[in-house]
């Protein structure tokens, strides 16, 4: 496999095109996406699913060496949702696999590029070998001020906020926290994504128009982008297209005009 400096070395001029004269202050700071289609691009090759996973991890490490090259502050992929453990036992375990594996592989680059790891999920569940790269990588790369790399895995929106529901009403019957101080700040700050800011920009691929149970507390007000682009040959091009789309969006958050400071403000945690 390429590895993925060589991306960030050589992708300036494919994004260069799309993103000519947009200012930068308009691009997104936080770009979520959801990767469908790695199983539809390998049944319509004939391969198993299996192989249209691992090409759709190979495209993740364009993404985020693009990401980091064009400097974003944070990018969050859907990796495994809470509903696939649904799927079929090989191909959940073959995902675990390809998860270990990449972030085994990967953490190397983070380290040099100066890229933050963190994971959004429940562990439980996680065979151990995941949860011990996963805090492998969250750990060594603790200290990194570059683009923060957020992985939602073992993810579910609507169990993300019962947890925080959960831990806001503990902290109300032992006395920490008063009820009336429950707001929208309090919330935020018990799910997952505690110290991000919320995604600017929300894209899909394959073409399907749903959020499918991902961030709905967090992409209230983020802006869409689905293209029919299958995972598996999303290019960096595609990446710079979305970013280009979202600039020429006027975000006015139910306002007249976009509150001052809303654009070019930065991510926190």
Known sequence: MEPPVASVRTSAAETAGALVGVPRERWPRH?????????????ARGLPRVAGHREGVDVVRRIVTESARLGLEVITLYSFSSENWKRPADEVSALMLLCAEFLRQERPTMVRENIRFRRIGRRDGLPSDVLEELDRTEQVTSGHTGLTLCLALN???????ADAARALAREVADGTRSLDSIDEHAISSRLYTAGLCDPDLLVRTAGEMRVSNYLLWQISYAELHVTSVLWPDFSVNDLSTAIAAFAGRERRFGAVLPPKGE?????GG
């Open 263 to 267: 654009l070019g403000a930065t991510c």
């Open 155 to 161: 993810y579910g929106s609507r169990t993300e906020i």
């Open 31 to 43: 770009i979520a996406f959801i990767m469908d289609g790695n199983g539809r691009w390998a049944e």
